[in-house]
């Protein structure tokens, strides 16, 4: 797979004769591999799969694929056989030629712009469907070239290389160079009208709900206490883990359960939006649904809530209220429909110890093990790993994508998808801010602001003018409040100006760890100092090695 512009994940075409032996099985093989393992990020069915593979040669003992050159025969079969490897090297070589000459660089320029305004959807049945353009003629835009095999698999197939290309297109945006400044970011959001909002568990930090991937997170947590048998902590959310094992889960459960937190002054910043008029949409990840309890309407919950609960083997739905007490007192709620007619469970029958010389003839230890829990256990309806999103979340997508003007991200390092692969969805052209803690390298939003999402929050409500709602209380008489966290400023009464690094579009604020993506874009910024300082005239120079590099300490010394 391979064209002029680009190296991956196709092999050279060039190379002396010795290189291109087996050209057409090689290829083939590597093709083959190279989209089975993008099926990892990009969608697809078993039928596929199955085609991919069809016809692909094997490795007998270990089942991988055999790229590795054939010894080939030692007879007068061997003159042919070169015969057939010119010819197959010659179509190799035609289509090569043909992907480097099949579009002009303004049409494939055209296509992506298409591709990136409009969506993968849209791509698809503009040049597939409206203009008929066949799929191996449209990858060479993509720097995609098909070996002959591949181009002769099944309609469905070729449509599953075409979204591999095209997804790995949408991931590589381009910063709009425009706006670099918190006066830029102020002035978006006072001009925009339909801002869509994608939220992580940042915003919930300051409310007391641990975060996840952190370093003092949730799975930091769970990994540096070893109170559970967990391989990796994030089985704490995998269904199957659930299913076999519903106690872990509900013995810190109570620790994010929403009844016990007041929103953020972040919840109250999307509400604020909303009250303007501006918000298109907030897509949250949460599941702790302090959104809702702000106020907002327009709210997605990705990854579902703990509004709701669903038995895991009746499928029978109840307002979460009715398992609260449950999770509260670290106790597995049971479906009252599955478990009505159940006898109390026995306790569980544990092995004892063998001890040499007895129970040599004894079959209690044959009996199978009694379940630790009946069929019917209640789950939030909160979305696990393992389990496929709510339609919501596709259909309010589809909806959003050509009305958003502005897209704010704030408290996630988007590693989960698909939420993760929401930005590359939307129009290029559509603003990226980023409020986050740390910064988030896979993608490239248009402004940076690092530090405490609250404190950036109101230093931005303060320079546009606005005042956050009052901070709704639970309406629950037994719930107390959150007690206030005095490790964290509670307003914007002692706020420090932020910092810009260099000349960038990166802004520090409070509690901001910028770490090596703050470095090197400080370190560029001296180098282009001193160059200019220089006159340009003798590139090579340089501030003396001792004083740069104590400006470098002290800078880093300000980032960490």
Known sequence: MQSAQSTSPAPSAGGNSNSRQRASASLYAIQVRAFLEAAEMVDTDPEVIEDLLDGIPMDSEDGDIDVEDDPGPETADRDQEDEEEDAESAEVDAYMEAAQTTWTPQEVKEMKHFLKEKGMAAFVHEYVVQRAIPIPKLLYAFGVCLCKELRMKQRRTLLYFLRVALSRELESRERLLTYNTIDDVVNLIRASKRVLVLTGAGISVSCGIPDFRSRDGLYASLQESGEYDLNDPQEMFDIQYFRENPSVFYSFASKIYPSNFIPSPCHRFIKLIEEKGKLLRNYTQNIDTLETLAGVQRVVQCHGSFATASCINCRLRVPGTEISEDIMNQRVPLCK?????????????????????????????????????????????????????????????????????????IGTSLKVAPVSDTISHLPHSVPQILINKTPVRHINPDVVLLGNADDIVLHLCRRLGWELPEVPIPSSSNLDAPKRNLKKRPSAEFESEPRRVGDSHVWLFEGAEGGKFVQEIERKFEESQTDMASGASTPLSSAPSSVADDSRQMKKARVQ
Do not use: H
């Open 337 to 409: 429909v599955c478990n009505a007619q159940q006898p109390p469970s026995k306790p569980v029958k544990k092995k004892g110890k063998k001890r040499k010389n007895e129970w040599e003839d004894s079959d209690e230890s044959d009996e199978p093990d009694v379940p630790l829990y009946p069929p019917g256990v209640m789950k939030p309806d909160i979305t696990f790993f393992g389990e496929k999103l709510d339609d919501e979340f596709d259909r309010s997508l589809m909806e959003d994508r050509d009305q958003v003007d502005l897209l704010i991200i």
